[in-house]
């Protein structure tokens, strides 16, 4: 069992930027980052891998948003850029899983709010 913490999440205004954090428990393979708008399916933003540290975004998100991790701490990252109110969402981290979608990972954060403003 690996437990995820967010945070990072608050209200930004349109353009601007937010980092989130995603602690683990413990050793993690792939991470994922996913977001769900009021009602909208929870949806895929990117992900990395462990070992390489290659990464894959969302066309939603690519050239806007990166993910990294810090494997020393367990610590997976989502640098959003350039934030639209579109982005406005809870963002999740999810792990033991792999791919695009969110049915597919077995470990999931509580979540944290991000609030873009136009």
């Known amino acids: 069992q690996v437990q995820l913490v967010e945070s990072g999440g608050g209200l930004v205004q349109a353009g601007g930027s937010l980092r989130l954090s995603c602690a683990a428990s413990?050793?993690?393979?792939?991470m994922a980052w996913f977001r769900q708008a009021p009602g909208k399916e929870r949806e895929f933003v990117g992900n990395?891998?462990?070992?390489?540290?290659?990464?894959y975004v969302g066309d939603s998100v690519k050239g806007r948003f990166t993910i990294s991790r810090d494997n020393a701490k367990n610590t997976v990252y989502l640098q959003m850029n350039s934030l639209k109110p579109d982005d406005t969402a809870v963002y999740y981290c999810?792990?033991?899983?792999?791919?695009?979608?969110?049915?597919?990972?077995?470990?999931w954060g509580q979540g944290t709010q991000v609030t873009v403003s136009s």
């Open positions: 413990g050793r993690t393979y792939i």
């Open positions: 990395i891998a462990g070992n390489s540290g290659l990464t």
């Open positions: 999810a792990s033991g899983g792999t791919g695009t979608s969110a049915a597919r990972y077995n470990f």
